[in-house]
C-alpha cells in the first residue's frame, strides 16, 4: 500500500505536470 502511495504521486508529477505546462503556459506575474 505504501508504495502504491508513493508511485502513483510520482507518475502524477512526471505525466501530469509536463502535460500541462506542455498545453498552459505560465503566467507572467509568476
Given at each position: 500500500?505504501?508504495?502504491?502511495?508513493?508511485?502513483?504521486?510520482?507518475l502524477f508529477?512526471?505525466?501530469g505536470?509536463?502535460?500541462?505546462?506542455?498545453?498552459?503556459?505560465?503566467?507572467p506575474?509568476?
Amino acid at each position: 500500500m505504501k508504495k502504491l502511495l508513493v508511485i502513483i504521486p510520482l507518475l502524477f508529477v512526471l505525466y501530469g505536470c509536463p502535460s500541462l505546462v506542455d498545453e498552459i503556459p505560465p503566467d507572467p506575474g509568476t
